[in-house]
């Protein structure tokens, strides 16, 4: 395929000019990813998606040391595409990719849990201590600058400065584990494979994720799905729901209900509405 093989050499190009931890590179791999998806090769497009956003991830945490929240957002929202991408591909695989899946409820921890909370949480403790704080500042001022000769291709990197500044950081994030109470606990990041293990036998985890629908092009319709963690089974299962307009009809009338009105909307509907939704 023409295509594949142009998309091979761009890749290697990349690799060798900017790494394997940039974000043009993990755009290069979900472009990559499309056209596995395109021709029917969707182990290879969840293998190269999962790899993109190992990448992309890693970035956003990062970023979360250094960038203001506006930044932060502003740098989630470029990301947002692959991440209903993955969806997606996980409905149409339909729970034959244990890849695509993990990588799917992975996304629904970081996205939903640390960076709504933990990032607030770790500021909250760096502002706690003037010492602290100013140790938070100095690590926040040492990973912009690594991010900003990352992102210089590496034949232009300082590779001394990098590995110094690459030192530094890990030195003072290190202290800041030892010295600060709860900054490891806020800054670490939890798999599904860990919500598996304290799960009881009676016990389920689901994540609920909303998604724009790719077929792998973007298309008009939206979807309701979720990630499903039992007790029993080792792996997450994907459960697709509905679509956004079923949503909105089984709803009408609700958009200004009172508590009550809902509550009655669940129980005794005529037409079984809220058993629908359930």
């Not at 940039?22 to 969707?42: A, E, G, K």
């Not at 990719?97 to 960076?115: A, M, Q, V």
Request: charged share 25%; aromatic share 12%.
């Amino acid at each position: 395929d023409i295509a594949e093989l142009y998309y091979q050499k761009v890749k290697d190009i990349y690799l060798k000019e900017l790494g394997d931890h940039h974000q043009d590179y993990s755009l290069l791999l979900i472009n990559l990813s499309t056209l596995y998806w395109q021709t029917q090769r969707d182990s290879l497009a969840a293998s190269l998606l999962v790899e993109a956003f190992g990448i992309q991830n890693d970035l956003l945490i990062e970023g979360t040391q250094y960038l203001s929240e506006q930044e932060l957002l502003n740098y989630y929202k470029t990301i947002v595409e692959g991440q209903d991408m993955a969806y997606s591909l996980a409905r149409k695989m339909n729970n034959t990719s244990s890849e695509i899946n993990g990588l799917c409820y992975n996304n629904c921890l970081l996205y939903k849990g640390f960076l709504l909370t933990s990032v607030n949480q770790v500021k909250r403790l760096a502002l706690s201590d003037s010492t602290a704080f100013n140790k938070y500042k100095t690590l926040s001022d040492l990973r912009r600058a690594l991010v900003q000769e990352y992102s210089k291709g590496i034949s232009e990197q300082n590779n001394r400065y990098v590995s110094s500044l690459e030192n530094e950081i890990n030195l003072l994030d290190k202290d800041l584990v030892r010295t600060v109470s709860g900054y490891e606990k806020a800054m670490r990041q939890v798999t599904w494979q860990q919500v598996h293990q304290q799960l009881k036998p009676d016990e389920t985890a689901i994540e609920f994720v909303r998604y724009r629908f790719y077929n792998p092009e973007p298309t008009d319709s939206v979807f309701y799905g979720a990630f499903v963690l039992t007790y029993n089974n080792a792996k997450p299962q994907f459960v697709s729901l509905f679509d956004e307009n079923e949503l909105k009809a089984l709803t009408n009338g609700l958009t200004s209900a009172t508590d009550e009105k809902i509550d009655l909307f669940y129980e005794f509907h005529p037409d079984g509405k809220g058993q629908s939704l359930y």
